[in-house]
C-alpha cells in the first residue's frame, strides 16, 4: 500500500527567505506525485504534480519539487517565501496501478514578517 | 463555473443519527472521492469512484456509504453518527484519475454530539 511521510508538522520563516519542505513516500511501482496547498478555511489547490521525465518539476507559485527515486522524496521548495505563502502544504502520492491517491499529514508554514 | 459543489457546509447531529452529504461536480470528471481531514491526520481517504456505477474503499470506510448513479452526483451517506465522524469533508473530482489535478469541493464541517 502506498504511504506518504511529511516529517514536519510545522515550519516558521523569514518573509524572503528559502524554504524546503520534506515529503518521503512508499510506493511499490513509479510514483505519481503531487504537493497541494491549503489556506485556512478552503479546499486544496494543486502546487505542482510528477509523472515521469525531468525530477525537477516547476509549479505555480514559484514553487518547485525535486524527486529522488533513490531517497523516495518529493520535497518542495521555493527560493523567497512571501507572507502570502502562509498555508498548509500536503504532499499525496498516486501511481500507474492504483486509484488511490493518498496525502500525507501536512505541514503548516507560518511566515514572519 | 461551479466546479465541486459540497452540501451542507455545516452540519450538527446526535449520536445515532443519519445524514447525507451532497457533491457535484459540473466539469464531467469521472473520478470522485471523499477525504475526511482531522487535526494532525491530514487527509484519509474514505470512498472513491472511476464512474457511474463503480465505487470503492479508501482508507477508513467504516461508517460511511457511497453511490454514484450519474456523473455529477456523489453522496456520501453516515447511516449512524458517532463522535468519531466529527470532521471536515472535502469532495475532489478529477478528469484523470490517476495523473489529473483534483479539483476539490469548499469542505462541509460535521459535528456528531
Redesign the interface.
Known amino acids: 500500500a502506498q504511504s506518504v511521510t511529511q516529517p514536519d508538522i510545522h515550519i516558521t520563516v523569514s518573509e524572503g527567505a528559502s524554504l524546503e519542505l520534506r515529503c518521503n513516500y512508499s510506493y511499490g511501482a513509479t510514483p505519481y506525485l503531487f504537493w497541494y496547498v491549503q489556506s485556512p478555511g478552503q479546499g486544496l489547490q494543486l502546487l505542482l504534480k510528477y509523472f515521469s521525465g525531468d525530477t525537477l518539476v516547476q509549479g505555480i507559485k514559484g514553487f518547485e519539487a525535486e524527486f529522488k527515486r533513490s531517497q523516495s522524496s518529493f520535497n518542495l521548495r521555493k527560493p523567497s517565501v512571501h507572507w502570502s505563502d502562509a498555508a498548509e502544504y500536503f504532499c499525496a502520492v498516486g501511481g500507474g496501478d492504483t486509484d488511490k491517491l493518498i496525502f500525507g499529514t501536512g505541514t503548516r508554514l507560518q511566515v514572519f514578517p | 463555473n461551479a466546479g465541486?459543489t459540497q452540501t451542507p457546509k455545516f452540519q450538527v447531529l446526535k449520536t445515532g443519527q443519519s445524514m447525507t452529504l451532497q457533491c457535484a461536480q459540473d466539469m464531467n470528471h469521472e473520478?470522485m472521492?471523499w477525504?475526511r481531514q482531522d487535526p494532525?491526520?491530514?487527509?484519509?481517504?474514505i470512498h472513491?469512484s472511476?464512474g457511474a456505477g463503480i465505487t470503492?474503499q479508501?482508507?477508513v470506510p467504516n461508517g460511511y456509504n457511497v453511490s454514484r448513479s450519474t456523473t455529477e452526483d456523489f453522496p456520501l451517506r453516515l447511516l449512524s453518527a458517532a463522535p468519531s465522524q466529527t470532521s471536515v469533508y472535502?469532495c475532489?473530482s478529477s478528469y484523470g484519475?490517476?495523473?489529473g489535478?483534483?479539483f476539490?469541493?469548499?469542505?462541509s464541517r460535521l459535528t456528531v454530539l
Open positions: 465541486v473520478y472521492s477525504y494532525g491526520m491530514g487527509l484519509r481517504l472513491y472511476v470503492d479508501g482508507e472535502f475532489a484519475h490517476r495523473t489535478e483534483l476539490f469541493g469548499e469542505g
